[in-house]
C-alpha cells in the first residue's frame, strides 16, 4: 500500500528528473498522470486491519486531484473493501502541489513567471538547465531573452560586448551572464556561437576568450610544432614565415602538408577582427573554409581586412566536384544577401548555396592529395 506521503516523495524526486519535467511542462499530452497505489493484500486485511483503515482515511483526505477508487473483494472481509487504485493529476500545477514540497513550488512558480516572459523557443533551456536561471535575478534571465533576439552574426562590428548599445544591458551583463546568452544564441542560430565562441559570432572585439590554434608547417620556423595564442596578441606580434594559411576549423590540421617557411592559424572561425594587424600585409596570405554561407561570409570579412588574400578551394568547381557524396544540409545560413567582400563568381556561390537543398560541404570532406596540391600551388606562386 502506498501512502500520500511516500507518492509525494517519489513526485518530488521527478521534478529532479530533467527529462520528466519538460516532458510534463511542455507536453500537454503528458496529461492527465495516473499514479497507481498498490492494494492492500488480503493477509494485511486480514491481520493488520488498523493499518489497512489508517490507509484509506489518508487516502479520503487527500484534496490535490483525484483519487480513483475501487470495489475489491477480500476472503477475510464480508463485504467488499473500496480501496484506492490510483492518484491521478490533471496538470503540471497539481503535480507541483501533490509533492508537498516548498523547494519544488518555489522553482515552478519561478520558472512559470520566466516562461510567460520569454520566448517560447527558450521554454526547454530554462526548464532543462534551471541551474542557469534559478539563482540569477528574473529581470536579468528575462533581459538575456530579449538580447538573445536582437543579436545576430557580426552585429558587434568590431566593439568589445561591454560597447554595445543595447538597452538595459550595463557592462558586466555579459559577465555575469554569459553562458546563459551563449545557450540562448545557440538555440537561435543551431549551435554556431559554442562552435566558434561568443566573440566570434558576433564579430566582437576579443577581450582574452578566444585562444587560436598556430601550426608551423616546416617544422623549424618557432620552437614549437603547435601552440595556442590569443587573437588580440595576434594583432601585435608578427608570426614567422613567409606565408600564412587561414583555416576556418581546428580540425582540418590532420590534411595540412610540410610546407616550407609558412604557418598556419585555425580556429579564427568569425573571430577575424586580429586580421587587421598591419604585419599582415607583409604575407602571402590564403584563406581556406568550408564551402557553406558561413564560411564565404568568413572569406568576405578576411578580404576585407586583407584584399590581398588568396581563396583555396572555395569555389563552384570544388562544391560540384564533391558535393553529390559529401555536402549536407546546412542548418542555419548566413544572411540572405551575399556579404560584401566577394567576388562576382563567390557571390554566385553564396547564392546558389542558399537555394541548395544540400548547401554545406565541410572542409575537412575535401581529399587530402586535393588539400595538399592547393597549399602547395600557392605557396609556390
Same mark, same amino acid.
Given at each position: 500500500m502506498k501512502s500520500p506521503a511516500e507518492l509525494a516523495s517519489r513526485l518530488a524526486r521527478q521534478w529532479q528528473n530533467a527529462d520528466?519535467?519538460? +516532458?510534463?511542462?511542455?507536453?500537454?499530452?503528458?496529461?492527465?498522470?495516473r499514479i497507481p497505489i498498490s492494494k492492500p493484500t488480503g493477509g494485511t486485511v486480514r491481520d493488520n486491519p488498523g493499518s489497512v483503515r489508517q490507509h484509506l482515511q489518508r487516502w479520503r483526505e487527500i484534496t490535490v486531484g483525484k483519487t480513483q477508487w475501487q470495489q475489491v473483494r477480500f476472503r477475510s472481509a464480508n463485504d467488499n473493501v473500496?480501496?484506492?487504485?490510483?492518484?491521478?493529476l490533471a496538470s503540471p500545477s497539481?503535480?507541483?502541489q501533490a509533492t508537498g514540497n516548498s523547494e519544488v513550488r518555489r522553482e515552478y512558480q519561478r520558472l512559470s513567471r520566466l516562461a510567460a516572459a520569454l520566448d517560447e523557443r527558450f521554454h526547454s533551456l530554462i526548464i532543462r538547465r534551471r541551474s542557469l536561471v534559478l539563482d540569477k535575478p528574473e529581470t536579468d534571465v528575462i533581459r538575456c531573452g530579449k538580447l538573445a533576439r536582437q543579436l545576430s552574426p557580426g552585429c558587434a562590428a568590431g566593439k568589445p560586448l561591454r560597447a554595445l548599445p543595447l538597452a538595459g544591458i550595463d557592462s558586466k551583463f555579459f559577465e555575469r551572464n554569459r553562458q546563459l546568452v551563449v545557450r540562448m544564441l545557440?538555440?537561435?542560430?543551431?549551435? +554556431?556561437?559554442?562552435?566558434?565562441?561568443?566573440?566570434?559570432?558576433?564579430?566582437a572585439e576579443d577581450e582574452g576568450h578566444h585562444w587560436l590554434l598556430v601550426?608551423?608547417?616546416?617544422?623549424?620556423?618557432?620552437?614549437?610544432?603547435?601552440?595556442?595564442?590569443?587573437?588580440?596578441?595576434l594583432q601585435k606580434t608578427p608570426l614567422p614565415g613567409q606565408h600564412l594559411l587561414l583555416v576556418e576549423n581546428e580540425r582540418c590540421l590532420h590534411q595540412l602538408p610540410h610546407t616550407p617557411g609558412t604557418i598556419a592559424v585555425l580556429g579564427s572561425?568569425?573571430?577575424?577582427?586580429?586580421?587587421?594587424?598591419?604585419?599582415?600585409?607583409e604575407k602571402n596570405l590564403a584563406y581556406?573554409?568550408?564551402?557553406?554561407?558561413?564560411?564565404?561570409?568568413?572569406?568576405?570579412?578576411a578580404r576585407n581586412h586583407q584584399p590581398h588574400l588568396t581563396p583555396l578551394l572555395m569555389n563552384q568547381a570544388v562544391f560540384e +566536384?564533391?558535393?553529390?557524396?559529401?555536402?549536407?544540409?546546412?542548418?542555419q545560413p548566413a544572411e540572405s544577401v551575399a556579404p560584401t567582400g566577394l567576388t562576382t563568381g563567390e557571390a554566385e556561390l553564396y547564392n546558389a548555396l542558399l537555394e541548395a537543398e544540400r548547401g554545406r560541404l565541410e572542409q575537412e570532406f575535401l581529399p587530402e592529395a586535393l588539400v595538399q596540391r592547393a597549399i602547395g600551388e600557392w605557396v609556390g606562386k
Open positions: 520528466l519535467r519538460e +516532458q510534463r511542462l511542455l507536453n500537454a499530452d503528458t496529461w492527465p498522470l473500496e480501496i484506492p487504485v490510483a492518484w491521478v497539481e503535480w507541483i545557440d538555440i537561435l542560430f543551431d549551435g +554556431q556561437v559554442s562552435e566558434t565562441g561568443l566573440e566570434a559570432f558576433l564579430g601550426a608551423d608547417l616546416e617544422g623549424g620556423l618557432t620552437p614549437f610544432s603547435q601552440f595556442r595564442v590569443r587573437a588580440s596578441e572561425g568569425l573571430n577575424l577582427s586580429w586580421l587587421k594587424a598591419s604585419w599582415l600585409a581556406w573554409g568550408d564551402l557553406d554561407t558561413w564560411g564565404l561570409t568568413m572569406l568576405a570579412r +566536384q564533391f558535393a553529390k557524396e559529401n555536402a549536407v544540409e546546412e542548418p
